[in-house]
DNA sequence: CAGAATCGTGACGAATTGTCACAAGCGAGG
DNA sequence: CCTCGCTTGTGACAATTCGTCACGATTCTG
């Protein structure tokens, strides 16, 4: 239990969380390892093999209970409870983060809003006031937050991750094409929807 | 050449071709394996080997030339020329999207984009006119679109993909947290941030 | 020309994954 | 109560992928 999952193992565990959430939220009480298989593109044996290294949650001729199992996943996982993370950039993907429930399905909390924009700052988005980047520091440090997202224009990128990692946050998700740099105790996961249809598209097209 | 990549290796040329896009706006005309690794957290030496199964790219004691090495992985990929896509949903996610340079830097264009809610029919974002969803199936048809994002809210993400599927859409970036139901000869990307985050997550706590 | 940098590539072990198989447990239906 | 179908848990093993070390070949710099 105290072992140090590989990044495989965590990374489907992740995708069953996923699974789980959306077929608890669909009314699912039970769910079989084939039916994971079906969304995930796992092999179902593969699925059962990961979650029978933790104990034992199913039950045979039946499934796995939705609930159950999502306890157990964010047990392994380790990320129970309410996350708080800062969101950089008030723009137009700032908003929709904010405007996503699909944070708050998850128990992360969007704690802090900023941006660099002198006419974004003291504004109203959500339940939450825009802050000046400026202040980053002292506000991540205040709420203890370690996470961070960063929906800045690629010019902006840099800076706002800079100030990020000044006010000890650890973990970057970051929505800009730019590359970071940051220091090696500073994880950056960069999501570009462009090159991930790419990617898809040579598996089509071949 | 004509040999089907493994999704390992797919995925890492994808990875490739994020960072030297990034590079040669940076103005970087060379750049070498290590380099590529430090962004990637791809080993170097397989770097080299991924990418001397194509050709031979590089140039000892220099490093790789960032013009033609993009060329090459999207020549291997099959990704060159523009590629039209749809997008449904004109809410704050879709005027990110499509206020969003990431896409047209790979040389993808937003060629239509629908909604369900007739206020926004009609308007413009962008260059283009919000079209309702309604049509999705004969303007996509019309334009040989492939390629759909979807980006509504998830208790309208399986009507909406219906209609992409129904419009002969085969691949679909879902940013909603919803499961879809498609066919199996469609394939779909789901993006889901809060995930994403949890597994980065245990990698900072352990 | 010497030296540093970098690619291309072989070899090999380690780790991961896919696959088949099957016993054991569970529920449904008669 | 008994049988049948479904599903989990798990062993065994092959196939694949990946990391690592090594090293010759090539190119640039000074």
Request: charged share 20%.
């Amino acid at each position: 239990m105290a072992e140090r999952l590989t990044v495989g193992v965590a990374a489907r565990l992740s995708r069953y969380l996923q699974v789980l959430t959306q077929a608890k939220k669909m009314g699912k009480d039970r769910i079989s390892s084939q039916e994971i298989a079906e969304y995930t593109n796992i092999n179902a044996t593969q699925i059962r093999r990961d979650l029978s290294a933790f104990g034992k949650f199913g039950r045979r001729g039946v499934g796995y209970r939705t609930d159950g199992l999502l306890d157990e996943i964010r047990k392994i996982l380790r990320t129970q409870g309410q996350h708080n993370i800062a969101l950089v950039g008030a723009g137009r993907l700032g908003a929709a983060v904010t405007s996503s429930p699909i944070f708050a399905e998850h128990g992360i909390t969007i704690a802090a809003v900023f941006d660099n924009d002198p006419d974004k700052i003291g504004q109203v988005v959500g339940d939450l006031t825009v802050s000046s980047i400026d202040d980053v520091v002292d506000i991540c440090r205040d709420r203890n937050i370690i996470v961070g997202v960063l929906a800045v224009p690629a010019e902006s990128a840099q800076e706002a991750a800079q100030g990020l990692v000044d006010a000890g946050v650890k973990i970057i998700l970051n929505y800009s094409e730019a590359l970071l740099d940051v220091p090696p105790d500073v994880n950056v996961h960069t999501s570009n929807p462009a090159v991930d249809l790419l990617y898809a598209l040579y598996f089509h097209l071949t």
